[in-house]
């Protein structure tokens, strides 16, 4: 990937990964984009994530506007309605064509769902937030609130009626693009088409296909300690990755 792409799809993850946060840290993003790729970061990452790829900044000389740069600091996607710095023209997000397939997803997230968001009136829209919701937490210190979120009874997409195998599904989509790893530390993807899973490794999609009737049986045998467990399931591998990893299930009931 080019490393303006790398740097747009590593912001692009963390926002559909954490919609609940409307902006992030530089030092997050690069982090992110680390995760991404199996070989040390080339230096022009950073350098897009910190100027060339922000839209309200005078071009130095690179002309995208990937990025806002909110007064807080903090980065998030651009989208239609922002402001941009008058000598910026150039792209604002990749080229579905220089993306491995495996991020197309991201695109059409970006598209479909970002760009259809309202744009704020505030320059800041964290720092508009201030202060809304505080007589929520007058009976809660912040220790109480990370005890309560722990709890298993808590964990759930709110969905009426969901079985723990739909739950489980449900967050496995809303993961889609991010990186995991398997037990041995090799970093991976997937995708989501139709009602099963496509693995990716390096931008290459993994010549098995699992299909959901897998991820239940193996979502069935929770908690899980080593592969061997889910050996009969396609791609057990990656899809213990996917089960021992917390974004994905209870943390209380990941084995230790």
């Not at 995708?191 to 991820?215: A, K, M, P, T, V």
Request: hydrophobic share 40%; aromatic share 10%; proline share 6%.
């Amino acid at each position: 990937m080019k490393v303006a792409d790398l740097a747009w799809v590593a912001l692009a993850q963390l926002h559909r990964a954490n919609p609940q946060i409307s902006s992030f840290r530089s030092g997050t993003i690069l982090r992110q984009a680390s995760l991404l790729s199996t070989e040390p970061l080339k230096p022009g990452v950073q350098a897009h994530i910190s100027s060339h790829n922000i839209a309200n900044i005078k071009p130095q000389p690179v002309q995208n506007r990937m990025f806002l740069r909110l007064q807080s600091g903090e980065l998030r996607l651009f989208r239609a309605g922002d402001a941009a710095h008058p000598d910026r023209h150039g792209k604002v997000k990749p080229s579905r064509a220089d993306l491995p397939a495996e991020f197309y997803p991201l695109l059409d997230w970006y598209d479909n769902e970002y760009c259809a968001q309202s744009v704020s009136l505030e320059d800041d829209p964290v720092l508009a937030m201030i202060g809304i919701g505080k007589e929520l937490w007058a009976d809660e210190n912040g220790d109480a609130f990370i005890r309560r979120l722990r709890d298993e009874t808590t964990w759930n997409d709110g969905t009426p009626g969901a079985s723990p195998t739909d739950r489980l599904w449900s967050r496995v989509v809303n993961n889609q693009t991010l990186v995991f790893r398997t037990s041995t530390g090799l970093p991976f993807t997937f995708r989501i088409e139709g009602n099963g899973i496509w693995f990716y490794r390096e931008g290459r999609r993994i010549n098995q296909f699992l299909s959901r009737s897998d991820f239940d049986k193996a979502a069935a045998r929770l908690p899980l300690k080593t592969t061997t467990e889910i050996k009969d399931c396609r791609n057990y591998t990656y899809l213990f990755g996917l089960l021992t990893d917390s974004r994905i299930v209870d943390p209380s009931s990941i084995a230790a």
